[in-house]
């Protein structure tokens, strides 16, 4: 059975910094692509950043770039989201993904089998 399960989420002022953890059980993330998700309320899912190991790319959503980053602990079979300069407008429930997507579904939902529960990013201004 495979888990992926966040971590890290909570409330942080305009300008802070999160480090997001989802660990995974049942599967490698070497053997698959892992992702972020998140969803504002109201607001469909929309991605945030995929990465393919072993020298494959990685994928930030543009609103990310250059202050996300998406890194692998493969002692722990752990993924992390590091998040700095975070804006209100980043407040949302993330989520961690794992699949085997090609190339034009990597930054889709559908791209995707496994998902963790969501942990909330809260942004105050």
């Known amino acids: 059975q495979v888990q992926l399960v966040e971590s890290g989420g909570g409330l942080v002022q305009t300008g802070g910094s999160l480090r997001l953890s989802c660990a995974a059980s049942g599967i490698t993330f070497g053997d698959y692509a892992a992702a972020w998700f998140r969803q504002a309320a109201g607001k469909e899912r929309e991605f945030v950043a995929a990465r393919r190991w072993g020298g494959g790319n990685i994928y930030y959503a543009d609103s990310v770039k250059g202050r996300f980053s998406i890194s692998r602990d493969t002692a722990t079979n752990t993924v992390y989201l590091q998040m700095n300069s975070l804006k209100p407008e980043d407040t949302a429930v993330y989520y961690c993904?794992?699949?085997?997507?090609?190339?034009?579904?990597?930054?889709?939902?559908?791209?995707?089998?496994?998902w963790g529960q969501g942990t909330q990013v809260t942004v105050s201004s």
């Open positions: 993904a794992a699949g085997r997507p090609i190339v034009s579904t990597m930054r889709t939902v559908r791209g995707y089998n496994y």
